[in-house]
């Protein structure tokens, strides 16, 4: 589609609707690629002109929005990604609190991944939680909530199928023990075993609406590599809303380029970016 451009004006309309509707921040130097993703949903619609693309975009009651987002996001995950965090997780926060607060066994052990993406990051907490639950308490019970603002992205979530060279982290161990090898050897693909699937529900959840349609507290909420993409007022408010979701003493898990240096929040600092919450004085 070379020669169809993105003009300035439809640039920082759309760019503004990003932003306020998704809270990523959309500067200029940013127009080319925009341009350049979007070319493919007007492929995908046999547009010729932004002109005529916008206007569908804009369009009353169109579902378009939601594939737009979904070209335009950033989905970058990994089995076993910042892999320290699966080791405090696993060698840390699980002993203590299975055997001291009995989280786990009175009730189940509730994790949400709050930008699961693909699903790798659900997937890798469920293999190290079965894998508690195997080596320490066969009694311990968890669920997983992954949450992303792309239908396309959780759609692979949910049928957890990868290319074989995706799970390259994933020890030969653990690739034995729950995953499942292609019986098609034409393609080189695997699936997470049912038994660990079944642990995982996937919802669509854009994390900057004032309110969430969710009704679990959580132990744990991993939302990893998330905030860098907001300015520091969305930032805060997203941050202050996963807090009334942990359980007392829950554990919030950010990437590792991330920091709650300068936001007033009542959490301290367990580990690098794992902050856990703590009780506000009344």
């Not at 320290?84 to 009730?107: A, I, S």
């Not at 729950?178 to 695997?190: F, G, K, M, Q």
């Not at 991330?258 to 690098?272: F, H, K, M, N, Q």
């Amino acid at each position: 589609m070379a020669g169809i451009t993105l003009k300035e004006a439809h640039f920082r309309r759309l760019s503004s609707f990003i932003e306020s509707e998704v809270g990523i921040k959309m500067p200029p130097a940013k127009r080319i690629m925009l341009e350049s993703r979007l070319q493919k949903r007007l492929r995908a619609l046999n547009f010729e002109t932004f002109d005529a693309y916008i206007e569908h975009v804009f369009n009353a009651d169109n579902s378009e929005i939601i594939h737009m987002i979904d070209v335009v996001t950033t989905n970058k995950t990994d089995f076993f990604r910042e892999p320290d965090h699966f080791v405090y997780l696993r060698e840390r926060l699980l002993p203590e609190h299975v055997e001291r607060d009995r989280w786990g066994l009175d009730g189940r052990f509730k994790i949400w991944s709050a930008a699961s993406s693909t699903g790798e990051e659900a997937y890798t907490l469920a293999i190290v939680l079965a894998e508690y639950q195997r080596q320490e308490n066969p009694r311990f019970d968890f669920r997983i909530l992954g949450t992303d603002i792309s239908t396309a992205v959780l759609e692979t979530a949910r049928r957890a199928v990868y290319p074989a060279d995706r799970v390259a982290p994933v020890s030969t161990e653990f690739r034995k023990r729950y995953l499942l090898r292609s019986r098609n050897h034409d393609t080189e693909t695997v699936r997470v075993k049912r038994a660990l699937r079944e642990k995982a529900q996937f919802h669509r959840l854009n994390l900057m609406v004032p309110r969430f349609p969710i009704r679990d507290r959580f132990h744990v909420i991993f939302c990893r590599n998330v905030i860098i993409y907001f300015d520091r007022e969305r930032q805060e408010q997203l941050l202050r809303k996963l807090y009334d979701y942990l359980v007392p003493g829950g554990y919030l898990f950010l990437g590792h380029s991330e920091t709650l240096a300068g936001i007033d929040l009542p959490v301290v600092s367990v580990a690098p970016t794992v902050y856990q919450r703590v009780e506000e004085a009344h």
